[in-house]
């Protein structure tokens, strides 16, 4: 994502994550490298956490070839080691899963991608702009609502954190969430490009899911998106705690929470259909995987989400809950997610056979300069040479030379702080 120089007196701070590239017209890239050098990955696993990370995980898969590994902690307190199958908050990727929902619908009959929202849901978008954005515009982020995370957490627009412990354990409803973002200033016209990164989006999505299946959002995409893609260990938690085997999420907010804060245990009701499911590495390549090959939707459907516009602070090439990413060895599909200490990039070359997925659980690790941009991290290289490695091979992986075009769990939505 940009990150904006938002002055002297204001500091960026990120509240969900993603990735930054240089993404352009999709074109014939080097073959990769079909060999998964397991001690390279390893080595290169290493590297993330020598350079300060306190834990990370990822598994790489080619083909019927799979590897997998961790390194560095899950508790710094206890020095509990990290291990390659704990669950882990995903974030924004969420959004495919509740994208794919939604077009099963659209293959149903019973959503139209380019109907205005306010034929679905009047009460929620009314007047003239529930008219003005479509079904596509929430999924492509082109309705240019703005995002409700700012508002939910005021205190973070005063230059403290109160409003997130305040918030630990509260229940938000999508529909108060969603008035938050459509009280606040649109970011531009609805359709207008470049697109704006919206988590609202996402949340309007869901309250659709649940207008026309006349069920529970999270209990939809639970039937008919996870278990349908066979995923054993991705769910919405039903309570703050993460269930099952997992890291301690540690949050730095670019140095102004130090030392680092564990917000683990959280009630991920403020990101719901947009960024609260919980899942393992393995399993988001599986749910890449059988989504590019066509287990979750048709060929149609498949289509229309990959058809890109360009999105400021995501990417260059976003589809409908999906975005392209452009390597040296070629095209991937996929998503970043992060929440408040644990952050997300899941990666699947277009035919299902390379993937890459990678969780981290320390986020906002970098410095930030006197102006409130963030300045690249020893740990934005050692990231990038891991990915290059899982996905391009040994001869894609030298990054350090200069400064990466992929900058890793990089900020999707930024609010200004005072220092």
């Known amino acids: 994502m940009n990150i904006r120089t938002l002055g002297k007196n204001a ?25 998964l050098d397991r001690q390279a990955l390893r080595q290169s696993l290493d590297a993330v956490h020598e350079a300060g990370m306190y834990g990370i995980y990822s598994t790489v898969r080619d083909g019927e070839r799979s590897w997998r590994g961790a390194s560095g902690v899950a508790d710094v307190a206890t020095r509990r080691p990290a291990r390659p199958d704990m669950l882990h908050r995903v974030g924004s990727i969420t959004k495919t899963f509740t994208a794919v929902a939604l077009l099963q619908q659209v293959a149903r009959g ?36 703005a995002d ?25 409803s ?8 459509l009280a606040a200033t649109p970011t531009g016209e609805p359709g207008a490009t470049p697109g704006i990164y919206s988590n609202t989006n996402y949340l309007i999505a869901g309250l659709l899911l649940e207008k026309v299946t006349g069920e529970n959002a999270e209990r939809y995409i639970t039937r008919n998106v996870i278990r349908k893609a066979g995923l054993r260990h991705t769910s919405f938690p039903r309570t703050p705690v993460i269930p099952g085997p997992h890291s301690k999420a540690y949050e730095s907010m670019f140095g102004f929470i130090d030392p680092p804060k564990d917000y683990s245990v959280y009630n991920m009701s403020w990101i719901s259909t947009a960024g609260a499911v919980v899942s393992t590495m393995e399993d988001l390549n599986q749910f890449y995987r059988v989504l590019l090959r066509g287990g979750l939707i048709g060929p149609a459907e498949l289509a229309e ?28 599909w996929g998503h970043s997610g992060g929440v408040f200490g644990m952050a997300t990039d899941s ?24 102006n409130g941009n963030i300045e690249i991290s020893p740990i934005d290289y ?3 040479d891991h990915l290059l490695l899982g996905l391009c091979g040994q001869s894609a992986a030298r990054t350090k030379a200069a400064q990466p075009q992929i900058v890793p769990f990089a900020v999707d939505r930024l609010v200004s702080v005072k220092r």
């Open 305 to 332: 989400m990959q058809k890109t516009v360009p999105v400021a602070g995501v990417s260059g090439a976003y589809g409908l809950g999906i975005y392209a990413t452009d390597l040296p060895c070629g095209r991937f």
């Open 110 to 145: 019973a959503v139209e991608l380019d109907a205005p929202i306010a034929r679905y849901l009047p009460d929620v978008v009314p007047g003239e702009r529930g008219q003005k954005i479509t079904v596509r515009m929430l999924l492509n982020h082109t309705s240019h609502i």
């Open 382 to 384: 050692a990231t990038v």
């Open 174 to 181: 999508r529909r108060e969430l969603v008035e938050l973002g």
């Open 148 to 172: 409700h995370v700012g508002p939910a957490f005021p205190s973070l627009l005063q230059g403290t954190f109160e409003s997130l412990d305040d918030n630990r354990f509260r229940t938000f």
């Open 11 to 35: 500091s960026a701070i990120a509240l969900t994550a993603g990735m930054v590239l240089a993404a352009g017209p999709a074109q014939a890239a080097p073959a990769r490298e079909t060999a």
């Open 347 to 370: 990666y699947t070359s277009p035919d299902g056979v390379r993937q890459l997925s990678m969780g981290v659980n320390r986020t906002k690790y970098q410095s930030l300069d006197e």
